[in-house]
């Protein structure tokens, strides 16, 4: 089985450094044309089914490169974004200035730390690793698409790769709005089969 992991394209909350989290918030211009993007670059690749987080700026993503394949994109809610909580919202500098202590946290155990009245990537494993088992179960030897989030992608990487998440293998796991990463992952041990893109640290 192989599977063309995606982050959305970007939002204008993206683009000024906002906290998303559950905040439902839809492609900014440059986030549409990232998705077309990724839509030429797919376009000729044999997808046989196509997965989104249940954000509209994950299923919009989704709905674009999907269009040349003809497949219709299912969304789970498993694949949504880590609960972010009272972060939302926030740009990292207001994170600073307003949860010093979780921020220092986080940095330190981006995994087990947990945002207020939010999820850590531990709380958010579980849902994430039900909704991979689901389509590991309709797809059995194919290619999937999976359109998700920062957070979630990396929880994604973690599992397929068995890589735990600590402070630098989530820098080299997390990815940029618009990018793809093409991963197998067979019956035995699931592994990464392309270079680690390095970005940013976000929450």
């Keep these: ?36 993007v990724l839509r030429e670059k797919l376009k000729d690749v044999p997808l046989h089914a196509v ?15 999907a269009e040349p394949h003809g ?19 926030l740009t990292y500098k207001e994170i600073e200035e307003q949860y010093p202590d ?22 958010s494993e579980q849902r994430v690793r039900q909704a991979l088992e689901l389509i590991r179960e309709e797809n059995p030897g194919k290619n999937v698409l999976i359109v998700s989030h920062a957070l979630i992608n990396v929880i994604i990487r973690s599992i397929l790769t068995g890589t735990p998440i ?21 019956d035995d041990r699931p592994f990464l089969t392309g270079d680690s893109p390095r970005g940013t640290w976000m929450l």
Excluded: C
Excluded at 53 to 65: G, H, K, P, V
């Design 166 to 186: 600590t402070p630098e293998t989530y820098r080299q796991m997390f990815m940029k709005n618009g990018e793809v990463v093409e991963l197998d992952w067979p």
């Design 51 to 65: 997965y989104s987080s249940d954000l509209s700026r994950a299923i919009q993503t989704a709905e674009i490169i």
């Design 102 to 123: 979780f921020l220092r946290n986080f940095i330190r155990d981006p995994y087990r730390t947990r945002p207020p009245e939010g999820e850590s990537l531990e709380d």
């Design 71 to 89: 497949l219709e994109v299912i969304p789970l809610w498993g694949l949504r974004e880590a609960k972010r909580g009272l972060l939302n919202g």
């Design 1 to 36: 089985m192989k599977v063309y992991l995606v982050r959305h394209g970007e939002t204008e909350w993206n683009r000024m450094g906002r906290i998303q989290g559950w905040e439902d918030i839809p492609l900014s211009r440059e986030g549409i044309m990232q998705a077309h």
